[in-house]
DNA sequence: GACTTCTGTTACCGCAAGTAACACCTGGAG
DNA sequence: CTCCAGGTGTTACTTGCGGTAACAGAAGTC
């Protein structure tokens, strides 16, 4: 082609500023927690607002392009260790502590991707996270559904059956985690294995206290 | 004692007065979902903004007193079917039931107590449910764990082992919950059956496919 | 009648999202 | 050389929110 402006070095040029644009909102982000304004990401990209809407639209799909970065790069994590030879129980466990060791290693992006406004001193102005937190869970529930229906053999009905424990082992996971996070009551390890001891039924198979009919 | 207001009468005309105010920010709440604006529900009480701000000091004030009332109502129900004289199987079930019973008669209280900020066409303004939901899921965790430390025999580390449980059966009931308010794939029985299975180490339990090293 | 206290109001501030209108550069077309 | 097209960027604005003075009336107390 010539020697300037072709539409592909135009539309290259556009993803890589793209690119750009995504970093310092995440640094901002990163750095200001969620309730980050479109000016003070703006100003850390060194332009001003309105380029910001020409390139996402809203700060909603702003926000969607950030969330996605790092939603993709936990799920690949999480795959891998759900796809790992090895016997069941340590393919759970391992998954369990992939996904808590993401969360302990970036807790301000965990934060961010599933906490709305944490400290709003000020009004409640923030990212609406709340609302796509929801399909980061919906995308890994479904993701361990699909996993359970093909390699688990469940019977009748078994589709069903994946994708409600697909979800219920998600749910568990994040509210374990959250929980994990902030109060940090025990070891990653302890964690991991009360929850596999969970998910393995442990809690059925104990017996009563001495006092009381029993849970 | 005099003919007019005492102090009692007027603590309990300014309680009276603040239930009023907290039934029309239910009302508004419910009807404009949760970005309602402290506006909308000075409006619907027939006053104007700087009455609701006296009683409850900030939007996030306001949003604590309403979500409490919903919360309380919800935890009593949930203490209820815990400790109801019958084997634990069977208690669980119940427990699950009336979790999945309430938010399937009120989705819009539910949605309100824990998503922010559904349907944001203007900016993002709402209320800043994700900042309380956590406390909700949070004080549910918690005393799921009470009961079962108190009725469970766990051995050494119950303590720890019961409030790791205690979070993840709630995060495991809540996003299960969440997907299938949304989604609606079965039947509530079938869900509770379901997700007690799970408790019941069923996907321990079952064995792997023809194909594939098994999950 | 003055003083407090509770009710309520109007009018304003600050700040954030989002937009319109304008300015600049750079390369190709007549 | 000039004019146009499409990208970059800007300033200045609107709208709508949370939140706050500052003021006004009613009613009981001294």
Redesign the interface.
Known sequence: MDTTHTDEQQRSAAARRRRELLEAADRVVLRDGPQASMNAIAAEAGITKPILYRHFGD??GLYRALAKRHTDALLSALRAA?DA?????Q?VEATLDTYLAAIEALPEVYRFLM????D?HQP????????H??PL??RL?EELAM??A?????GPGSE??A???G??????????G???LGER??SRE??VS??A???????????????????
Chains 1, 2 share one sequence.
Do not use: N, T, Y
Request: hydrophobic fraction near 45%; charge should be neutral; charged fraction near 25%.
């Open positions: 700060k909603g759900l030879p090895a016997e069941r129980r393919r906490h709305p406004a944490e709003a409640e102005q923030g990212f609406d996270v709340g609302r937190s929801a869970l919906r529930g996993v359970i093909e390699r688990v053999d469940l069903q059956l994708r409600v424990w979800h219920g082992i998600v749910g568990m996971m994040h509210a374990a959250d929980w994990w009551p025990c302890q964690l009360s929850l001891d969970l998910l393995w039924g442990r809690l059925a198979a104990a017996g009563d206290r001495a006092d009381g009919p029993g849970f």
